[in-house]
């Protein structure tokens, strides 16, 4: 049997302390100068038709953050490896392996790392999804206003 060939099976082959699976491309985050964030791959694990989702594997590098964003669809986030920190609406949390995170609908998130180890996280989505809004001037002034989000986002 050809497990490449299979949906149902996928194999984690760690590569040292790397977080790879057989056969899945180690993409770019996003298209450079889309949208602003630091040092950030992701791999697509599994898009099942039958389920409608997605499974994603994001890793930023340590100092690196993903995008301050939303979007209609919910995001659930389970961090699988390293630390850091997670901006998820007007609540700032810091976040380790094992930890389990839920994204609501419109609602505005970041993650970051440590700035001494990774943060690897499965993120589980819609696969029919709206792209990312990000926020306007006055939407950031309004975030600002609350000190512990102004010093941790990232933009």
């Given at each position: 049997?050809?497990?490449?060939?299979?949906?149902?099976?996928?194999?984690?082959?760690?590569?040292?302390?790397?977080?790879?699976w057989d056969d899945v491309d180690v993409l770019i985050y996003k298209d450079e100068g889309s949208a602003p964030f630091r040092d950030?791959?992701?791999?697509?694990?599994?898009?099942?038709?039958?389920?409608?989702?997605?499974?994603?594997?994001?890793?930023?590098?340590?100092?690196?953050?993903?995008?301050?964003?939303?979007?209609?669809?919910?995001?659930?986030?389970?961090?699988?490896?390293?630390?850091?920190?997670?901006?998820?609406?007007?609540?700032?949390?810091?976040?380790?392996?094992?930890?389990?995170?839920?994204?609501?609908?419109?609602?505005?998130?970041?993650?970051?790392?440590?700035?001494?180890?990774?943060?690897?996280?499965?993120?589980?989505?819609?696969?029919?999804?709206?792209?990312?809004?990000?926020?306007?001037?006055?939407?950031?002034?309004?975030?600002?206003?609350?000190?512990?989000?102004?010093?941790?986002?990232?933009?």
């Amino acid at each position: 049997m050809d497990l490449r060939a299979s949906s149902s099976t996928r194999s984690f082959r760690p590569d040292g302390d790397q977080f790879r699976w057989d056969d899945v491309d180690v993409l770019i985050y996003k298209d450079e100068g889309s949208a602003p964030f630091r040092d950030v791959t992701r791999q697509v694990l599994f898009e099942e038709a039958e389920q409608g989702c997605q499974l994603r594997y994001f890793e930023v590098a340590p100092g690196g953050h993903t995008t301050l964003e939303r979007h209609v669809h919910v995001h659930a986030v389970a961090i699988v490896n390293g630390r850091g920190s997670v901006l998820i609406g007007d609540e700032v949390r810091d976040v380790a392996a094992f930890d389990l995170c839920r994204v609501p609908s419109l609602t505005w998130h970041q993650f970051r790392a440590a700035d001494d180890a990774p943060l690897g996280f499965l993120c589980l989505v819609n696969s029919e999804r709206d792209r990312p809004q990000l926020p306007t001037e006055a939407e950031l002034t309004d975030l600002r206003r609350d000190p512990a989000i102004a010093a941790f986002i990232r933009i």
